[in-house]
T-cell receptor, first 116, second 120 residues
Framework: AQSVAQPEDQVNVAEGNPLTVKCTYS??????LFWYVQYPNRGLQFLLK??????LVKGSYGFEAEFNKSQTSFHLKKPSALVSDSALYFC??????????????FGGGTRVLVKP | GAVVSQHPSWVICKSGTSVKIECRSL??????MFWYRQFPKQSLMLMAT?????????EQGVEKDKFLINHASLTLSTLTVTSAHPEDSSFYIC????????????????FGAGSRLTVL
């Protein structure tokens, strides 16, 4: 079974400082990896995804994530956080192998709080 | 870009009544829609996968008769919470995947804004 772990429930960072949200995954075969962001009482918004190719993926709002196969990680990063980045972030994985099903499995979420 | 509309955003109902939540893909055809439930400060729990023209596939532990899902067209799926009870109070989110986009596993899901159900 596939799974996603986000080890930090909350990350606090000062505005202007680098932001990192950690994610590790477990999946059969090669993974499709995604990051989504959720604002209060809203659905999820897509940030970026890794399918294949360059391990460093750039996405919306200045976010990027690095796929590390050996560490089975896909940490989300932003060089300079903004107060408006405060939200709930979800990492998700889907197996490349259709036989493993096509379900998207989410991590538990990490709340990011950026302080002015 | 792709947009998924979910309605209603908020609903309050009395215990024992049924509530229907609609999920529409506004500018694309969605052969598959997913229904999630999210508890406060927790992740999304997949409830069921809704395929157009066929029966939904429910996840283990989700009551089919309690959460009725209908996907009658390529742009509309509905979730009906039947005989709702206070423990059904939650945030329900739908998502949709556009049809025929090659590597379907790589497709980004588009999410609705969610529906908060409160059962009194």
């Amino acid at each position: 079974a596939q799974s996603v772990a986000q080890p930090e429930d909350q990350v606090n960072v000062a505005e202007g400082n680098p932001l990192t949200v950690k994610c590790t995954y477990s999946v059969s075969g090669n993974p499709y990896l995604f990051w989504y962001v959720q604002y209060p009482n809203r659905g999820l918004q897509f940030l970026l995804k890794y399918i294949t190719g360059d391990n460093l993926v750039k996405g919306s709002y200045g976010f990027e994530a690095e796929f590390n196969k050996s560490q089975t990680s896909f940490h989300l990063k932003k060089p300079s956080a903004l107060v408006s980045d405060s939200a709930l972030y979800f990492c998700a994985v889907r197996s490349f192998n259709p036989a493993a099903g096509n379900k998207l499995t989410f991590g538990g979420g990490t709340r990011v709080l950026v302080k002015p | 870009g792709a947009v998924v509309s979910q309605h209603p955003s908020w609903v309050i109902c009395k215990s024992g009544t049924s509530v229907k939540i609609e999920c529409r893909s506004l500018d694309f055809q969605a052969t598959t829609m997913f229904w999630y439930r999210q508890f406060p400060k927790q992740s999304l729990m997949l409830m069921a996968t809704s395929n157009e023209g066929s029966k939904a596939t429910y996840e283990q532990g989700v009551e089919k008769d309690k959460f009725l899902i209908n996907h009658a067209s390529l742009t509309l799926s509905t979730l009906t919470v039947t005989s709702a009870h206070p423990e059904d109070s939650s945030f329900y989110i739908c998502s949709a995947r556009e049809r025929d986009r090659g590597l379907s596993g790589a497709n980004v899901l588009t999410f609705g804004a969610g529906s908060r159900l409160t059962v009194l």
